[in-house]
T-cell receptor
Framework: EDQVTQSPEALRLQEGESSSLNCSYTVSGLRGLFWYRQDPGKGPEFLFTLYSAGEEKEKERLKATLTKKESFLHITAPKPEDSATYLCAVQAGSGNTGKLIFGQGTTLQVKP | DSGVTQTPKHLITATGQRVTLRCSPRSGDLSVYWYQQSLDQGLQFLIQYYNGEERAKGNILERFSAQQFPDLHSELNLSSLELGDSALYFC?????????????FGPGTRLTVT
């Protein structure tokens, strides 16, 4: 069964303190890995898509990387406005569908 | 703003009732997805439509059904509601119905069953 696990569940950082969030996956045929940001009571906001091991993408203070078994979301010098839940999701298998399988998320709190 | 709209924002109803949630995809997107988010289960895929036809089903209950209309908007119908159906329901859309295309999520409908 396809599975996505995120760690840690919660992370508290001081402003400027860099860290990484982990997303490990067990799927039959990874087609794409997606990172989303979700603020309380709002819909997930798309951040990145990664397709193959070794791929990296950056956006402001965020950088996503992908290996054959896991993905990391690196946050450099975070600010309080980076506080949110970060969700990892995968598309897998050979079927003709784009359905996403989500992890449980990492809730990040950045204190000033 | 993702460009995906959902109505209503909040819905409070009683057990045993039926409700309809509505979603309008981004302009140009042909595929619509429905997801349920609860505290204990996280975000769970329910069903996908592509250009009016059902493309994939997840763990969607038999009491739930959906459809996509010719103008590409979609409705999710939930019937015989139970307390456990209380959750956030999200609609997402993408250009294509296949893999490798990012999905853009709407603001969600918060359903409370009392």
């Amino acid at each position: 069964e396809d599975q996505v696990t995120q760690s840690p569940e919660a992370l508290r950082l001081q402003e400027g303190e860099s860290s990484s969030l982990n997303c490990s996956y067990t799927v039959s045929g990874l087609r794409g890995l997606f990172w989303y940001r979700q603020d309380p009571g709002k819909g997930p906001e798309f951040l990145f898509t990664l397709y193959s091991a070794g791929e990296e993408k950056e956006k402001e203070r965020l950088k996503a990387t992908l290996t054959k078994k896991e993905s990391f979301l690196h946050i450099t010098a975070p600010k309080p406005e980076d506080s949110a839940t970060y969700l990892c999701a995968v598309q897998a298998g050979s079927g003709n569908t784009g359905k996403l399988i989500f992890g449980q998320g990492t809730t990040l709190q950045v204190k000033p | 703003d993702s460009g995906v709209t959902q109505t209503p924002k909040h819905l409070i109803t009683a057990t045993g009732q039926r409700v309809t949630l509505r979603c309008s995809p981004r302009s140009g997107d042909l595929s619509v997805y429905w997801y349920q988010q609860s505290l204990d289960q996280g975000l769970q895929f329910l069903i996908q439509y592509y250009n009016g036809e059902e493309r994939a089903k997840g763990n969607i209950l038999e009491r739930f059904s959906a459809q996509q209309f010719p103008d590409l908007h979609s409705e999710l119908n939930l019937s015989s509601l139970e307390l456990g159906d209380s959750a956030l329901y999200f609609c997402a859309s993408s250009v294509s119905g296949q893999v490798n295309y990012e999905q853009y999520f709407g603001p969600g409908t918060r359903l409370t069953v009392t």
